[in-house]
């Protein structure tokens, strides 16, 4: 088998693969994504973050997101799936809603993609007011966009929200100030954190 | 099945997603859906804009490989081969504008973005009238116009388009050995294509003689001048720097100090720059332009480089020295065209290039050998 990103033929596999099944990506790519876990606030929800957010990353990202390359979608939670799941148990998952237009070219969800494998049951009703991109905006621009997110559902116990990139915040905050309200205990989950460089 | 962008047909590239089956061979220029019908760009091209002025003659030579390309292309494509500075860029500048005076689509394609950039405003001067777009990583707005010059990466946004496509070094990275680009390049165009090189391989040769081409060469420069061919230094690992700073204290020219990696462009920077008037360029520096620039204007006597300033960029009265450390790095077409970078000024096309080796290499010999001939059929002429 080749590898997914850079098509090099797989010819070693590392001890952890006897763990968490076939990889599908070569040991040079996978340990090009650079792990640091961290755990943080953001307001008073503890959000967690896996990977750095360098350029390899966000090259393997931008494959999947912007690409559409579907066939992307277990590489990145290859590492850290069995943790999630047992750290996570008994939580409803959020998807932090994208825009329509984008879900339409793409053909498919992007989160919904990477994180269905865990297997937990998603929680419905969050929309955003308007439809807004927040690549290319600045923080001050994007903090306004906090407001944009409005949920409408039942009550519901833990929650997990999920998100591909942790730069300002801003979206985890509009979703947890939406989301807030309704449930008892909310955390929130990125796979890679931007560092100021 | 196959892909109607790459031709790919290997199905081990193909996937299933939830759109439907597409090629993930060419994945990096977005999808494409196997079942997609590719449109082609559609825009006019004025026809007024063809009038052309150069601001120099061609040599006679210059002018019969012209006339040639010009005869040549409406029935097959071409390859044509000159040395480094034997003015490439003019000799087709009287087929594209043959071809937009009838009205049709030409884009010009070249590796790198520097260069596009350079090109934009050597074409802007040539064709006065035309709307000339530049398309590279960044600067992708503009579709249409006259005359396109872009990227070889961009050609994935045109399909069937291009009634003459240009594509300016062949030989060079990224175009050497990726088919899948080649074949995109290829499907942007629906006539024929001028494939032009500095250095002829039997792989390229392969690639394009799927299709009917011609092959034709031009091995001297405007001047009528020998090429310069470099000397080579075979030294041991350690002796390559005391014997490079020997040689910049004996410099009188500016000089290019071309080096393998980028990490050794920092280092040496830093260490030199105590020493000698020196400045610096890589790909990824924030500051690059602007040392090239200021390296242009004469500010500074030395510059260090990788491979971004091999080829495209024309300096004058310039000397150039290579420091070829690690293996496998600078191949025969990019010697070729590193030492091309020396004597491009017509009224002085003199200079030295040095190749300072660490190893043997089939590489440096077949360089020598390539230019060794170049000069040899011009002496015949004389």
Request: a positive charge; charged letters at 30%.
């Amino acid at each position: 088998m080749n590898c997914l990103y850079c098509d090099e033929e797989i010819k070693k596999i590392r001890f952890a693969a006897l763990l968490n099944g076939e990889d599908k990506l070569c040991i040079k790519c996978r340990e090009g994504m650079i792990k640091r876990h961290e755990k943080f606030l953001v307001e008073d929800m503890e959000v967690e973050t896996f990977y750095d957010y360098d350029s390899f990353f966000r090259s393997l990202l931008l494959q999947y997101k912007e690409c559409y390359d579907e066939a992307l979608k277990d590489v990145f939670l290859y590492e850290i799936k069995d943790y999630l799941k047992f750290r996570y148990r008994g939580y409803r998952i959020l998807y932090v809603p994208s825009t329509k237009r984008k879900n339409e070219e793409r053909g498919f969800e992007h989160l919904r993609g990477i994180f269905s494998d865990l297997g937990m049951e998603e929680v419905k009703g969050l929309a955003m007011k308007n439809e807004l991109v927040q690549e290319g905006r600045n923080r001050k621009e994007r903090e306004e966009m906090t407001i944009n997110y409005i949920y409408n559902g039942n009550m519901i116990d833990k929650v997990l929200i999920v998100d591909d990139v942790f730069t300002t915040g801003s979206s985890l905050k509009g979703v947890y100030s939406a989301i807030k309200p309704f449930t008892k205990r909310v955390k929130a989950v990125c796979l890679s954190k931007k560092t100021l460089a | 099945m196959r892909c109607p962008r790459c031709n790919n047909t290997d199905e081990r590239y193909f996937y299933k997603g939830s759109k439907g089956i597409y090629c993930r061979k060419c994945i990096r220029f977005k999808r494409t859906m196997l079942m997609e019908e590719l449109e082609s760009e559609d825009y006019e091209v004025n026809k007024e804009a063809s009038e052309f002025e150069l601001n120099f003659r061609l040599t006679e030579k210059q002018k019969e490989v012209s006339n040639r390309v010009n005869e040549t292309i409406d029935n097959r494509n071409v390859l044509l081969h000159c040395v480094c500075g034997a003015g490439k860029t003019e000799l087709v500048v009287e087929t594209i504008s043959r071809y937009l005076k009838d009205g049709k689509k030409v884009c010009y394609a070249i590796s790198r973005k520097e260069v596009v950039k350079d090109l934009f405003y050597r074409f802007r001067k040539i064709f006065k009238d035309a709307k000339i777009v530049a398309l590279y990583g960044g600067h992708v707005k503009e579709k249409s116009g006259d005359l396109i010059i872009c990227t070889t990466h961009q050609l994935y946004r045109y399909y069937k388009t291009f009634d003459l496509l240009v594509l300016d070094e062949v030989d060079a990275f990224p175009l050497k050995g990726n088919e899948t680009l080649l074949n995109i390049a290829k499907n942007s165009c629906k006539g024929h294509i001028i494939y032009s090189t500095a250095t002829v391989d039997d792989l390229l040769r392969k690639e394009i003689a799927k299709e009917d081409y011609e092959e034709i060469e031009l091995l001297f420069r405007p001047g009528m001048k020998p090429i310069i061919v470099p000397d080579v230094y075979y030294l041991p690992k350690f002796l390559i720097y005391p014997v490079l700073v020997v040689l910049m204290k004996k410099e009188k020219n500016r000089c290019i100090i071309f080096v393998p990696s980028k990490k050794m462009c920092r280092y040496l920077y830093l260490v030199l720059k105590n020493f000698f008037d020196v400045t610096y360029a890589y790909s990824d520096l924030e500051e690059r332009d602007g040392n090239i620039e200021s390296f242009r204007r004469g500010e500074h006597q030395y510059i260090i480089s990788t491979s971004v300033l091999e080829r495209g960029v024309t300096f004058l009265d310039i000397d150039v020295i290579i420091i070829d450390s690690i293996k496998g790095v600078f191949d025969e077409s990019s010697l070729v065209q590193m030492t091309g970078r020396v004597g491009r000024n017509f009224k002085n096309p003199y200079g030295k290039a040095i190749i300072l080796s660490s190893h043997f290499s089939k590489d440096i010999s077949a360089c020598r050998k390539s230019l060794e001939r170049a000069n040899y059929e011009l002496s015949l002429l004389r």
